[in-house]
């Protein structure tokens, strides 16, 4: 089936989803970011198709997720590492990992903690307000429309509130 695209929608989520919405990518992102970066590596670690993962590693690179850097010639082979778009995204992971820690664990047993290079410290992530510091939750923001907003969207947002 035939999915439509969201890159024409005014929401950066949707648009954001057309890139790695799709089954594997967060898998594939997550991968490289643990430096599996080849492309029999990352197949044989995933268990996934060739065909699909030559789909999705072309569109992340298409999109400038990833870049493909040479590691050999004769034939030529290629290795896929994080761009700096691609390195935005790992807060979404980081994000998403907590959330499943939390809310999807088949113990009280994580299976990878994060550590902070500068401290030493595990980490868990937090959203925190760019202009006070102060850690953000559902309850303490809201939506406002941005310049970007369609015009629709303005009173939606409005009223918007949990």
């Not at 954001?16 to 594997?24: M, N, R, S, V």
């Not at 060739?50 to 400038?64: C, M």
Request: hydrophobic fraction near 35%; include cysteine; proline fraction near 6%.
């Amino acid at each position: 089936m035939q999915r439509s695209s969201f890159s024409d929608m005014p929401c950066s989520v949707a648009r954001t989803l057309d890139i790695i919405g799709e089954w594997w990518t967060l898998l594939i992102l997550r991968d490289v970011f643990y430096g599996i970066r080849r492309f029999e590596t990352l197949r044989s670690h995933l268990g996934i198709s060739r065909k699909v993962l030559t789909s999705r590693l072309e569109r992340l690179t298409d999109e400038g997720i990833f870049k493909r850097v040479i590691y050999q010639t004769k034939p030529d082979r290629y290795e896929y590492r994080l761009t700096k778009k691609g390195l935005g995204l790992i807060p979404v992971l980081l994000t998403m990992m907590n959330w499943g820690d939390q809310w999807m664990a088949k113990s009280d047993k994580t299976p990878v903690i994060f550590v902070h290079r500068d401290c030493g410290a595990e980490i868990t992530p937090k959203l925190v307000c760019s202009g006070c510091g102060g850690e953000l939750n559902a309850h303490n923001i809201y939506p406002k429309a941005g310049p970007g907003a369609p015009p629709e969207e303005i009173a939606r947002l409005r009223e918007a509130s949990i």
